[in-house]
């Protein structure tokens, strides 16, 4: 509950048809005025600052409580780096090593906020202004979205900043000197009550000149536990009344509550996004824009999430994402798709799904629907596009099931395909031929020359199609192969791929490599709807040769520093009923 005791602040500044003590021309040109010298202040220190302020208090957070629940967008970034969270990051950036680890953990930190921040008008310090109050929160809240239609007026959205505070009376002395010098710089302070709480508004400034669809005012309050910026009075009220049990909060929300429970205790960022209200106000947008379209988007709609919650922490040797997201639908049951089974053991990238085609070929035909009622696209046109690939646009991935695609760099040429499991492999083999066809007709119409020829390849026909791109191109940008059986479709770029695929013993693939599969298991299995895998420190050895011998010293001494302690990135997600569960890890060395 906020408190009725609201630390002493000076009476505001009564508003003066006199001259400021500077003049016109050396005022500053405030853009949000009192955001600018209280919220903004605070918010853009901390957040130069990242993840390393040197406060070491670890409060649970209460800024969630302030937030609407209404909020379509909300993040927390927790810069007190609560529980575990200092020790691993201090684990995590020691494995670089020109990074001074210390330089951003002990109070040395403070000395280069105070360089910073004394840029900012009548000389404000972190050291003396901001960190005796700051207890290392801060929020940040979009509660309204505005229409983007365009030619309309431009509206901005209603912005909460939410700056913890640890000593109100220190908070309060700042805002008398900011209101003080706000005054002074040609704002008018005008203050007002809410639930015992003194909401101050700041308006005008320096600069007649505005910018459409950004606010020429600011309103903050200071409570026990909380410095509330917010673009209006009525905002930074209804901020208080969540907090009081007034009005319902983000913190009390049901899809909240249970997303925050699924994500780890110790974590510097939270994240929430309440995707239904956001594209609810994009339909309202398009069908006021574009009437004939609202059906199509309505199909877009109906398969995004309704609404996701995320969070960020360290771990020794990672950075760690951690997800839930609502489905409108059931999500596609976990499983060990064997794709990786297929995969070189090489692969640099390595991304899979679950039933690929069926999602694919809805999108598409959404989109299809959309371009042509929106208009972006006549109808005609689409049609025509279709009739020459002989079929719709959904068809010509609707044969995929589970599928992966895949990169990497062998012999020092570079490679990428596709490896599907076809629900219909007839129908992947007529849709590849579709493609070959339209490929020979426009190059009989003017196109590249393209040859076409099959090979076997231990009872598995590979057709190579080789288009004509001038001299010097490289055999990997100017050749296709695919190759369909029963059990899999291959289509890739070069020469070898494809063979190398239908020619994979398990022990030689990505999945029998000790590094993937532990990565795999450090985000919860190979049994998942889907994963994602990108080996950073196999990109850069395949890049290292082409660094130019005069470039080699810069590279070694002043890059490769700083690169070379990335391993990789790996990823997966896992289905629970209406659920997916994600987490993401960048890993160093």
């Known amino acids: 509950m906020i408190s009725d005791s609201v630390p002493a602040q000076t009476p505001e500044p009564e508003p003066t048809g ?25 918010v853009a220190i901390g957040l130069v600052a990242g993840m390393t302020l040197t406060n070491r208090a670890g409060a649970g957070s209460g800024t969630a409580s302030y937030v609407p629940a209404d909020a379509a967008v ?17 684990s995590f950036l020691g494995h670089f090593p020109l990074l001074r680890v210390d330089k951003y953990l002990t109070d040395e930190l403070d000395q280069q906020l105070d360089q910073l921040s004394s840029a900012a008008p009548s000389g404000y310090r972190y050291s003396t202004d901001v960190k005796p109050w700051f207890d290392g929160k801060v929020g940040f809240a979009m509660v309204g979205y505005p229409s983007m239609i365009p030619g309309a007026k431009v509206a901005f959205p209603d912005v909460l900043v939410l700056v913890g505070v640890k000593d109100a009376t220190a908070a309060g002395a700042l805002n008398d000197r900011v209101r003080a010098d706000l005054t002074k710089a040609g704002a008018t302070i005008t203050s007002t009550s809410h639930a015992g709480v003194t909401i101050w508004l700041a308006k005008g400034g320096g600069s007649t000149q505005t910018t459409p669809g950004t606010p020429q005012q600011f309103a903050w309050a200071i409570t026990d536990d909380q410095l509330i910026g917010g673009t209006s009075v009525d905002l930074v009220s209804k901020a208080l009344d969540s907090h009081s049990g007034a ?3 983000l913190a009390s929300r049901d899809e909240f ?14 994240l929430s996004v309440d995707f239904k209200t956001l594209l609810a106000q994009v339909q309202k947008d398009v069908v006021s824009s574009q009437p004939s379209a609202a059906a199509a988007f309505s199909q877009i709609v109906a398969q995004a999430p309704t609404y996701a919650v995320a969070s960020a922490r360290f771990e020794s040797d990672r950075f760690v994402m951690d997800s839930s997201a609502t489905l409108p639908g059931a999500a596609p049951a976990n499983s060990d798709r064997g794709l990786a089974a297929l995969t070189p053991s090489d692969a640099i990238y390595f991304a899979d ?13 959404s989109l299809k629907s959309f371009l042509g009622a929106s208009g972006a696209v006549t109808g005609p046109t689409l049609d025509q596009v279709e009739a020459a690939l002989g079929g719709d646009l959904g068809s010509f991935v609707s044969w995929m099931s589970d599928t992966a695609l895949v990169a990497g760099y062998t012999n020092s040429t570079p490679w990428v395909g596709l490896i599907s499991k076809p629900t219909d492999a007839q129908a992947a083999r007529s849709k590849l031929l579709q493609l070959q066809s339209i490929l020979q007709l426009a190059s009989v119409n003017g196109g590249p020359e393209v040859q076409i020829s099959q090979a076997d390849h ?3 026909q590979i057709t190579t199609i080789h288009v004509e791109a001038g001299s010097g191109t490289p055999s990997w940008a100017s ?4 190759a369909v059986t029963d059990q899999r479709v291959v289509i890739g770029s070069g020469d070898s791929f494809v063979a ?9 693939s990505l999945a029998s490599n000790p590094r993937f599969r532990a990565a795999l298991d450090s985000v919860g299995g190979a049994s998942n709807n889907s994963d994602f895998w990108f080996d950073l420190s196999g990109l850069r050895t395949a890049l290292e040769p082409l660094v130019p011998a005069d470039s080699q010293s810069v590279y070694q001494n002043s890059i490769k520093p700083w690169v070379a302690p990335f391993d990789y990135v790996i990823g997966a997600g896992k289905s629970d009923g209406q659920q997916i569960e994600g987490r993401f890890a960048v890993v160093v060395k």
């Open 18 to 42: 006199g001259q400021p003590s500077v003049t016109s021309a050396a005022r500053p040109r405030w853009l949000l005025p009192g955001a600018a010298a209280v919220a903004v202040l605070a």
């Open 74 to 90: 909300y993040y927390e970034l927790r810069l007190d780096l609560p529980g575990d969270q200092r020790a691993a990051l201090r």
């Open 247 to 249: 009005a319902p909060s």
């Open 257 to 270: 509550a249970a997303g925050i429970a699924r994500l780890p205790a110790d974590r510097v960022l939270t």
């Open 353 to 365: 799904g679950s039933n690929v085609g069926q999602g694919l070929a809805g999108s598409l035909n």
């Open 458 to 460: 231990n009872g598995t």
């Open 479 to 482: 050749t296709l192969q695919y």
């Open 500 to 508: 190398r695929v239908l020619d994979m013993q398990s022990a030689n």
